[in-house]
């Protein structure tokens, strides 16, 4: 059968349903992934992918939605929004997608349909074509409530799709741990971390003379993008640890000389690297987060815009973390994320508690029957 797979056009969105696509090109299905922008860029996975919105800045939305609604662009900066501004800027995103998802879904004819929650358009080109959709969640977010604020702005993309009232999916798939979200309606899925890309270095590869801290940054451009790194450099000099940043930012470099202990590299597959390491520090972006949640390692969220506060908030209470703001990231704290011991328990605990949910491949039988 063939299966499409629906992404926003943002590369964060898209890599988190990498592994079922995989999975269900393994079982003897055709696939393909359906996005724009960088997204696009999961085509370096090898998997299939249709650009059904050439030309997309996701830039010029987040312009427009700042200049219409300064107040809540304000909030959302600091995280404080809720779903509110996540519907304006999706609701117009999903108004650009709609056209050309249903289009391919006209020529290519999908038996599933399978989308994220701010991908709803999908769900338009599968009701379009009467096959059943399945919602994939890739946040900490609930996804049903994703998609209903996604849906309060797209009554003119669904006109144009002639479609009434969108039906519920078939299934809703959710990867994140109950231990950190609380219980959630859907089927469970083991969120497996993305490859990545670029390479891993041998001496990534392996345990380091001393603790290791990882350090990266979002794959989506925004206000403060450098001073995470900025600050963690700041505060290494005098730390008894090894600090590795994850393309850095130029203003980084622009410092001059780095401490002895902190070293740089470019792209690499950063889960694979995590499992050598003591503590990673990050944005809290929703892929960060799960990746050092399947790797079992502490994690130091500095809160942010859109869900980074939320997923910042959920780490440091589940005790897998610490959720501290960038003038915050001392040495005593980096220190504290290496070596505090309940810190490491509660990020195994959670560890274990993903590995034990259902693989990709296991759950591909009851996707297959949804279309029987």
Do not use: K
């Amino acid at each position: 059968m063939r299966v499409l797979f629906v992404s926003a056009p943002l590369l964060g969105h898209a890599l988190p349903m990498v592994p079922l696509a995989e999975a269900f090109r393994a079982a003897g299905h055709e696939v393909l992934i359906a996005a724009g922008a960088d997204a696009l860029g999961v085509r370096r996975t090898g998997l299939p992918v249709e650009d059904v919105a050439p030309g997309f800045r996701f830039e010029r939305i987040a312009q427009r939605t700042i200049l219409r609604h300064p107040g809540l662009a304000a909030a959302e900066l600091t995280g404080r929004a809720g779903t509110r501004v996540v519907g304006l800027l999706f609701g117009a995103v999903n108004d650009q997608l709609t056209d050309g998802l249903v289009a391919l879904a006209d020529r290519w004819q999908p038996d599933l349909v399978v989308h994220e929650p701010l991908a709803v358009a999908g769900a338009f080109a599968a009701v379009r074509r009467g096959v059943p959709t399945v919602l994939h969640e890739n946040s900490l977010y609930d996804g049903p409530t994703l998609v209903r604020a996604t849906m309060a702005r797209l009554d003119r993309a669904r006109r144009r799709a002639g479609i009434g009232d969108l039906p519920p999916s078939a299934l809703t798939l959710t990867i994140a741990p109950p231990s950190v979200v609380g219980a959630r309606d859907g089927v469970p899925l083991r969120g497996v971390p993305a490859r990545g890309f670029g390479e891993l270095p041998d001496w990534l590869a392996a345990p380091g003379d001393r603790p290791r801290i990882l350090v990266s940054r979002s794959t989506v451009a925004g206000p403060g993008a450098g001073q995470l790194m900025t600050a963690v450099v700041r505060a290494a000099s005098t730390l008894d640890a090894e600090v590795v940043l994850v393309r850095p930012d130029r203003r980084v470099l622009r410092r001059g000389r780095l401490p002895e202990n902190v070293r740089t590299v470019d792209w690499i597959p950063i889960n694979a690297a995590l499992p050598y390491c003591a503590g990673v520090v990050h944005h809290g972006g929703a892929g960060s987060v799960l990746g050092a949640l399947a790797a079992g390692v502490p994690q130091l969220v500095v809160p942010g815009p859109g869900d980074r506060r939320h997923n910042a908030d959920l780490v440091a209470a589940r005790g897998a973390g610490l959720a501290l703001p960038e003038r915050a990231i001392t040495p005593a704290a980096l220190d504290r994320l290496v070596t505090d011991q309940a810190l490491a328990t509660a990020a195994h605990e959670v560890r274990r508690e993903m590995a034990a949910m259902p693989a990709p491949a296991d759950l591909v039988p009851r996707l297959e029957a949804l279309t029987g």
